[in-house]
């Protein structure tokens, strides 16, 4: 628990300001019995001229001496290899090691080769590369406890859910927000467009921030959800204009946007691989119970309390996840942990050459704009040359702008049909609350009896045949246009409302599906780019999210709420074939592709 509380921005902070801090939560390395391993001191403990900061006759290392682990037989060989990571993009991180075997590291070369960063040179004389100190090191985060590791897991979740809430809890205040500063309704629904443009925008530039090392990602959660806990509070009681109050709604958006695509490497610092996906399908849950639960849980207090009730009601919600991030999450990041533990062995021993691997890997990187080109452009390109990453983008903005035109499609089906008041008008949402309590459990069984087996035995990165895994999304595909055909064909005054409820349960369980298995094949078959996909994903959704926030409203108007849906229906028609043909064809595609992993 100690370590826990002094691994958090808070912890940090207190050992930062106060000396009895830093005594009652110390690192190992502060302790007069640490002992340096044999590769670092020939006594394997610091001695006296090693405890002088700044010794001029500090110990130097030969460049034999560059790792924590000894190099004879005994080596550990990666079972996790490092091209699992966006490199083009400066994410760096630390590999997962498998002590069992006795051979020299090895990395599995594809057939067509994905291109990289160039490796740094070897380290110089007096360069020793930090690393763990031993496979079941306590600070690497793969060897943390479960209960510490599902801890975490429940906090980002609770902060995405806290983010994607905000979105639609400003959608019952619409028609107050009309009211009160006589705006037209396509004004008025900006509130809810600008929140997702800006988290849409908010990951191509505090993702690559949360991947520097001496930034890590706990201190980027916390800076930017205390920005997001300050500006919810200022939309509640200070905005008083249209103009101010849709600027407050993109800030929002922005400040809350780290955890949307970072908790996914937040999960994969800590888990295996096999292990992964639990995590991650229990952590976009929330992901997506968010939207629907916000107009629930804020119509009948507008109703009652007028439209600043929303803001007030989303910063009660952000202040304690404040405090629970805060206080008890820690940095998961290697490459930060690495960090800094190379800097409290240089201070301790005076030894400038003490540095991890990330640091000299960022110390011969390319120039900061070619970094930032490659972030920002290379996503496009492959989406451009790469038909797999350019169906999984389409299908998600398909997805993604069908869920968001249904704030705009319930008052008309819910409230002008069958009479639900400002409250009663949100209701309906909870119809995914079961289409998600089908879909999880579903997916979870069937990774853990038919994938988990598998990926255990075979080699990184694919860690067998990835098609395989879009299975489910096979059959649960067609479950989404059926979902959105029933609710089209039955929303009428004459059918009772529970039909068209129903036709949402079903669609949501072939959402959720569809994009699990999406996402987990992305992220194994092209490894080196998925950060930096995932991001340009997630600004292309939430693009057309927004837009879809905007244009669907005419759109019923002009074709009705049956045509309407039946377009967004026909639409998740052809993205159903797409899966079948990604599921047939995709390994043919993975070995024509210049960017994905074959082998």
């Not at 069992?100 to 020793?128: A, C, K, L, M, R």
């Not at 629904?189 to 990951?203: F, H, Q, T, W």
């Not at 021993?349 to 704009?369: F, I």
């Amino acid at each position: 628990m100690w370590d826990t509380i002094r691994e958090s921005s808070l912890g940090q902070l207190a050992r930062l300001l106060s000396r009895r801090c830093s005594q009652l939560l110390p690192y190992p390395e502060e302790l007069d019995s640490f002992e340096l391993p044999a590769n670092l001191s020939s006594s394997g403990r610091l001695n006296d001229e090693d405890l002088s900061k700044g010794s001029k006759g500090a110990a130097t290392a030969t460049a034999s001496e560059h790792s924590f682990f000894p190099a004879p037989a005994g080596t550990a060989t990666p079972s996790s290899s490092s091209d699992e990571k966006d490199l083009e993009a400066a994410t760096i991180t630390t590999q997962t090691w498998d002590y069992s075997t006795t051979t020299t590291p090895s990395i599995e070369t594809p057939s067509n080769p994905v291109p990289s960063t160039p490796p740094p040179p070897p380290p110089q004389d007096g360069e020793v590369v930090v690393d763990w100190y031993s496979p079941s090191d306590p600070a690497n985060p793969q060897n943390w406890r479960l209960a510490k590791k599902v801890w975490i897991t429940t906090q980002m979740g609770l902060y995405t859910f806290a983010v994607y809430v905000g979105s639609s809890l400003y959608a019952p205040s619409e028609p107050q927000v009309m009211a009160a500063f006589g705006a037209g309704p396509e004004a008025a629904r900006l509130g809810i467009a600008l929140y997702v443009l800006g988290y849409g925008l908010g990951p191509l530039l505090w993702c690559p921030l949360s991947e520097i090392p001496a930034v890590g990602r706990a201190r980027v959660y916390v800076a930017t959800f205390a920005a997001f806990a300050a500006l919810a509070a200022l939309a509640a009681c200070v905005a008083d204009g249209l103009a101010g109050l849709l600027a407050l709604r993109f800030l929002l958006g922005f400040a809350g946007s780290p955890c949307l695509a970072a908790a996914g490497a937040t999960l994969d610092d800590m888990y295996a691989p096999w292990k992964l996906p639990y995590a991650l399908v229990a952590w976009s849950a929330s992901a997506t119970l968010g939207p629907a639960l916000g107009p629930v849980a804020s119509g009948f207090a507008v109703a009652r309390m007028g439209w600043r009730w929303a803001g007030w009601e989303l910063f009660w919600l952000a202040c304690p996840v404040l405090l629970l991030v805060a206080a008890t999450l820690p940095e998961t990041n290697p490459d930060a942990i690495l960090h800094r533990r190379a800097a409290r062995l240089r201070a301790r021993t005076g030894r400038p050459g003490l540095r991890c691997e990330a640091d000299r890997k960022r110390a011969h990187m390319t120039t900061p704009r070619q970094v930032a080109v490659d972030a920002l452009l290379k996503p496009w390109q492959i989406n451009a040359l790469d038909p797999a990453v350019l169906y999984t983008t389409v299908y998600a903005t398909v997805l993604y702008a069908t869920y968001y035109s249904f704030f705009e499609a319930f008052p008309l089906v819910f409230t002008d049909m069958h009479g639900f008041n400002l409250g009663e008008s949100g209701l309906p949402f909870l119809a995914f609350v079961p289409g998600l309590l089908i879909a999880v459990p579903g997916y979870i069984v069937w990774f853990r009896l038919k994938v988990e087996p598998v990926m255990r035995k075979e080699p990184p990165p694919l860690y067998g045949h990835p098609e395989s895994r879009l299975l489910p999304a096979v059959w649960t595909g067609p479950l989404a246009p059926i979902g959105l055909f029933i609710f089209a064909w039955t929303s009428r005054p004459d059918i009772h409302w529970i039909v068209p409820i129903i036709g949402l349960m079903v669609l949501f369980v072939g959402v959720v599906v569809s994009f699990q298995c999406m996402n987990f094949y992305i992220s194994r078959c092209y490894p080196k780019y998925s950060a930096s996909l995932f991001a340009a994903n997630t600004f292309a959704r939430s693009c057309f999210a927004a837009g879809s926030i905007l244009f669907s409203t005419p759109m019923y108007e002009a074709l009705g709420v049956g045509g309407g849906v039946s377009l967004l229906g026909g639409l998740s028609v052809l993205c159903a074939f797409g899966t079948i043909v990604l599921w047939r064809y995709g390994d043919r595609l993975r070995i024509r592709s210049r960017f994905a992993q074959s082998s």
